[in-house]
């Protein structure tokens, strides 16, 4: 890999593979996030050239105070790349799956019985996650990095794709085949191409916080859903918790403002006494949550992965999880295109993968969807409907085993980088 601090003229020597005659890489990555990251990494012996470009500066990315569940499918595509081992010991893993409502007596426990596998999930911090993908990247002869940069203007022709960055005061071209954007839910490649995006803002926002319990966590995440939203406990390193708390606008806003005193007793309320005492660490932040699905993931020498393509309610932690899936199934398309000597940013290539994962991706939105107004309500009918669920589910095998894959992402089109049994 090459990092650079310093935009490359047009006059130096290319990349390590050779390119055809106008083009200085084959792919530009804009958004050096776990996602752009991830499908620099996915490329490594691709024989493509690559430019990853990232606004921030590597250590003010790392910073971002947020943690995700990664799910099965997302670690055997991190095992794929050759990037798992570097992460695992880093992360917390969860055995047991907890799903319960209100003060309903009738919980569903998901655990690795249920699929015979030794893990359910992961947990893991953004720098958890970040930090080993950076170093793999560095370790990538085809991947150029540009960081700090900013993409002033892109441009889509019929035979290339042209984008005009900026470091400091020094601006230059660069000709590629393709342009993804990873640059996350305001994506400005995807706005400036004209791509639309439907979806809504919901009437909630999520509260996180990191806590530390008395008593051990067990490896167990919590899905608690009340009235007012899901409430998710997730299990990390060194006995610690990461709490996701979703209620109306006003009541979180209501929630956020409360000194810790006062918080931890209505987090106690919420969080139950099954682990004891809580501890809270560091701050809380709050954000709303919308649902978005992009009109279209590709055109013209464009694709769009990740936040910049979709986003949805965080119940079930399945947003971070659905951009790994996005840059393993683009991977897969643009490197078995080049292989057969196609064009990566021919329309008709792009279109591959937007089949794959355009369908799949409104599904889960749909379910994340559906599962927040159906829990997220005190109408007597849709409560009886959903305890009336939650009983099936916990006595018809069938029934549990088809919820939790799809929780994990363990239905639909596996990416052949993911195929494979062994995690650990």
């Given amino acids: 890999m090459q990092l650079l601090t310093q935009i490359p003229q047009s006059s130096a020597a290319p990349p390590a593979t050779t390119q055809p005659l106008g083009y200085d890489y084959d792919l530009v990555i804009v958004g050096g996030g776990i996602a752009g990251l991830t499908l620099a990494s996915a490329l490594k012996n691709s024989g493509l050239t690559v430019l990853l470009v990232e606004a921030k500066l590597e250590s003010a990315a790392a910073m971002k105070g947020q943690a995700y569940a990664v799910h099965m499918l997302s670690a055997l595509i991190f095992q794929g790349i050759g990037v798992w081992k570097q992460i695992l010991p880093q992360i917390e893993t969860y055995r047991r799956v907890k799903l319960s409502d209100g003060d309903y007596s009738g919980t569903v426990e998901f655990s690795t019985q249920d699929i015979a596998a030794d893990d359910l999930g992961y947990v893991a911090e953004h720098q958890a996650l970040l930090y080993p ?46 342009i993804v954007a990873a640059d996350g839910a305001r994506s400005r490649i995807r706005e400036n191409a004209g791509i639309q995006t439907q979806g809504w803002k919901y009437w909630q926002s999520c509260i996180v916080a990191f806590v530390k319990p008395e008593k051990s966590h067990n490896q167990t995440a919590y899905e608690k859903f009340q009235a007012s939203g899901p409430f998710a406990i997730l299990p990390l390193p060194g006995n610690r918790c990461r709490i996701v708390w979703t209620a109306p606008h006003e009541e979180a806003k209501a929630l956020l403002a409360l000194n810790d005193e006062q918080f931890l007793v209505e987090l106690t309320n919420r969080y139950g006494h099954q682990m004891g005492r809580l501890e809270l660490l560091g701050d809380r932040f709050i954000f709303p949550v919308q649902l978005m699905q992009s009109s279209k993931y590709v055109s013209n020498r464009l694709a769009l992965v990740g936040d910049a393509a979709h986003n949805c309610h965080p119940v079930g932690g399945q947003g971070l999880n659905l951009g790994i899936r996005d840059v393993a199934a683009l991977a897969q398309v643009i490197e078995e295109a080049h292989t057969q000597g196609e064009d990566i940013g021919d329309i008709q290539v792009l279109k591959r993968y937007q089949k794959w994962r355009k369908l799949e991706n409104l599904t889960i939105l749909g379910f994340t969807d559906i599962l927040d107004r159906v829990f997220s309500n005190n109408f007597l009918p849709i409560v009886l409907l959903r305890r009336l669920g939650l009983q099936a589910m916990r006595y018809i095998p069938v029934l549990k085993v088809f919820s939790l894959k799809l929780m994990i992402g363990l239905l639909g089109k596996t990416p052949k980088i993911a195929q494979q049994k062994a995690i650990n």
Avoid: M, W
């Avoid at 370790?139 to 700090?148: D, R």
């Fill in 133 to 178: 993908l950076q170093s793999f990247v560095k370790e990538c002869a085809n991947v150029t990095v540009l960081c700090p940069a900013e993409v002033v203007e892109t441009q889509y022709h019929q035979d290339a794709a042209v984008t005009t960055l900026r470091v400091g005061e020094e601006t230059q071209l660069i000709r590629s085949r393709l």
